[in-house]
């Protein structure tokens, strides 16, 4: 994959982790021979409020097999690599220094042709709601091919795609955030207000002598 988008979907990866935001990016799916390579996988949370933590697996099937290997796991600032053919090369590129991960990335050092196959991301998210716990498993997969050389035209029209959609997202998302803050503030405005005018009525009750109505 082009520098280009690996430093797009980095900068994704530290905004998700300011916790001012998150939005799910598909990983690509054509690595170089020699080179590093980023497997993406964000899952965000629907609801930012909510506490939650998570455990984060990697598995790995060669190209013909059948079955699946566990080759990573990260909790909490504990990043493994559980398999032999990925000691040393495997890096973790997701969230960091909170329980409550939302990118769960990898960086392979080192790509080889026997990198090929397919890759499963596995959130175990635990959400803590107010009256009990909520486990939820979402699990994505990515289809890496290895390449001798990177297909520069296509590589650049992804990047081109993935950065006005990533834009676009953001956007949106920060008009979502701020209509949010907006309503948020005038309902405390109007409860506030509410609160003054029942006060107001109570004083006036409270003056106004019942005999003749006149105010004392």
Avoid at 56 to 77: C, L, P, R, T
Wanted: charged share 25%; proline share 3%.
């Amino acid at each position: 994959s082009s520098p280009k988008l690996q430093s797009l979907l980095q900068e994704t990866v530290c905004f998700s982790d300011g916790q001012t935001g998150c939005a799910e990016v598909d990983s690509m799916t054509e690595a170089v021979a020699g080179k590093g390579f980023l497997l993406v996988c964000i899952s965000c949370k629907r609801r930012e409020e909510v506490p939650g933590s998570a455990i984060v697996d990697w598995h790995y099937k060669a190209a013909g097999s059948d079955e699946f290997i566990h080759i990573f796991q990260y909790e909490y600032n504990n990043p493994i690599i559980l398999h032999e053919n990925f000691e040393g090369r495997l890096e973790w590129k997701g969230t960091m220094g909170t329980k409550d991960v939302q990118i769960g990335s990898v960086f392979i050092h080192n790509v080889t042709y026997n990198d090929t196959g397919t890759y499963l991301c596995t959130f175990h998210r635990t959400l803590y709601l107010p009256l009990n716990e909520e486990h939820v498993v979402i699990s994505k997969e990515v289809e890496l091919t290895v390449v001798e050389n990177a297909n520069p035209e296509l590589t650049a029209v992804i990047s081109e795609i993935m950065m006005y959609v990533l834009i676009a997202v953001l956007q949106l998302w920060m008009i979502g955030v701020l209509i949010y803050c907006y309503r948020k503030i005038y309902a405390e405005n109007e409860a506030r207000e509410t609160r003054k005018t029942a006060r107001s009525q109570s004083k006036l009750v409270e003056l106004k002598d019942p005999r003749d109505g006149i105010y004392l």
